[in-house]
């Protein structure tokens, strides 16, 4: 009687390990595609909608206004950890310098790549603030 038992476990045993493997494998097949959504709607000033249609224009998935932890990131490229903060230049913005500069320490400790860029920068140099963050090296690497 115990041996009918022991059977019944291993044959159910079996038919979930196999159930388990095909759902896995299918699972894998479906994540090929990403569904992409057009977020440009999110992007809070003039200066991020320009990043943002130029790296998506790359071909670079780009996620507007993420809350991270305690900090908001105003454009990030989620799939590399990065992210990109834009800051005025102007003497008298030394609180938001502050407080990008906390920001800044908090993701570098998690293992994210933070650039800086001035929305002066953004305004008349567009290509080359776009041609920086392409060629990083997490996305030589892709």
Request: proline share 2%; with cysteine.
């Amino acid at each position: 009687m115990n041996l009918k038992y022991i059977i019944i476990e291993y044959v159910f045993l079996a038919i979930l390990f196999l159930t388990l493997v095909i759902v896995g494998l299918r699972q894998k097949r479906m994540s090929a595609i990403v569904a992409v959504k057009n977020l440009r709607h999110m992007c809070k000033s003039e200066e991020e909608r320009m990043l943002y249609d130029g790296l998506i224009n790359q071909g670079i998935y780009v996620t507007p206004s993420i809350q991270f932890g305690f900090c908001t990131i105003p454009i990030a490229l989620e799939q590399f950890k990065i992210a990109i903060f834009l800051y005025p230049k102007r003497r008298t913005a030394v609180f938001k310098h502050l407080s990008l500069r906390h920001k800044e320490f908090y993701l570098r400790s998690i293992g994210w790549k933070v650039f800086k860029f001035s929305e002066d920068a953004i305004q008349h140099n567009l290509d080359y603030t776009i041609h920086v963050v392409v060629k990083d090296e997490k996305l030589k690497k892709v």
